[in-house]
T-cell receptor, first 114, second 112 residues
Framework: AQSVTQLDSQVPVFEEAPVELRCNYSSSVSVYLFWYVQYPNQGLQLLLKYLSGSTLVKGINGFEAEFNKSQTSFHLRKPSVHISDTAEYFCAFIMNTGFQKLVFGTGTRLLVSP | KAGVTQTPRYLIKTRGQQVTLSCSPISGHRSVSWYQQTPGQGLQFLFEYFSETQRNKGNFPGRFSGRQFSNSRSEMNVSTLELGDSALYLC???????????FGSGTRLTVV
C-alpha cells in the first residue's frame, strides 16, 4: 500500500536549535516527494520538493531535506529554528505513474519555544 | 502573481442541505485537485481535474462531486450534507500535476 509515515506527532524545540522532522514512505513505484507547512487557519504552503537529481533539496525559510532511496526517507531539517516556524508540517508524495494524488502523512507539529 | 483563491472561507450548513465550493487556480495551471482535511482522517484526496476532465478520484461517496470549467476554475459540490462532512476543504492547482501543487487557504465547512 502507498503510505507516508511521520513518526513524530509533535516535536518541541528551543529557538535557534536545530531540528529534524522525519518522514518515511512506502510505494511500489517511484515517487516525487514534498514537504508542506500549514499555519493555523491556513492552507498548505510548499516548503520544498524532490522530483529528480540531487538528493539534497533546499527550500524556503532555510529548510532542506534529503532523499534517501534505500531507506525510503525524506527527512526535513533546519539548522536554527525561529518562533515563527511553529506550525504543522506534512510530508507527501505523488506517484510518477500519472495518478495525480498527493498521499500525505499525518503531520508533525513543530513547537518552538523561547 | 495571484495564488489559488477559494470561496467562501467559512460556511455553515444544516444536515441534508447541499453546498458548492469554488476554486480559482493560478493563471496557467490546468490541474486542480480537492482535498478534505479533518482531525480524525487527516488530508484525504477527493478528485483531480485537468482540462475539464476528471482524471482521478478518491474514495468518497457519490455525494461528493466536482467539475472544472474552460477557464480552469473548479467547483466542488456536496449533496445531502452529513455532520461528518464538517472539514476544511482545500483546493490545489498545478501546471501538470506531478511537479507539485499550490494550495488555497481552504473553505471551512461546518455542518450543524
Amino acid at each position: 500500500a502507498q503510505s507516508v509515515t511521520q513518526l513524530d506527532s509533535q516535536v518541541p524545540v528551543f529557538e535557534e536549535a536545530p531540528v529534524e522532522l522525519r518522514c518515511n514512505y512506502s510505494s511500489s513505484v517511484s515517487v516525487y516527494l514534498f514537504w508542506y507547512v500549514q499555519y493555523p487557519n491556513q492552507g498548505l504552503q510548499l516548503l520544498l520538493k524532490y522530483l529528480s537529481g540531487s538528493t539534497l533539496v533546499k527550500g524556503i525559510n532555510g529548510f532542506e531535506a534529503e532523499f534517501n532511496k534505500s531507506q525510503t526517507s525524506f527527512h526535513l531539517r533546519k539548522p536554527s529554528v525561529h518562533i515563527s516556524d511553529t506550525a504543522e508540517y506534512f510530508c507527501a508524495f505523488i506517484m510518477n505513474t500519472g495518478f495525480q494524488k498527493l498521499v500525505f502523512g499525518t503531520g508533525t507539529r513543530l513547537l518552538v519555544s523561547p | 502573481k495571484a495564488g489559488v483563491t477559494q470561496t467562501p472561507r467559512y460556511l455553515i450548513k444544516t444536515r441534508g442541505q447541499q453546498v458548492t465550493l469554488s476554486c480559482s487556480p493560478i493563471s496557467g495551471h490546468r490541474s486542480v485537485s480537492w482535498y478534505q482535511q479533518t482531525p480524525g482522517q487527516g488530508l484525504q484526496f477527493l478528485f483531480e481535474y485537468f482540462s475539464e476532465t476528471q482524471r482521478n478520484k478518491g474514495n468518497f461517496p457519490g455525494r461528493f462531486s466536482g467539475r472544472q470549467f474552460s477557464n480552469s476554475r473548479s467547483e466542488m459540490n456536496v449533496s445531502t450534507l452529513e455532520l461528518g462532512d464538517s472539514a476544511l476543504y482545500l483546493c490545489a492547482s498545478s501546471r501538470q500535476g506531478g511537479d507539485g501543487y499550490t494550495f488555497g487557504s481552504g473553505t471551512r465547512l461546518t455542518v450543524v
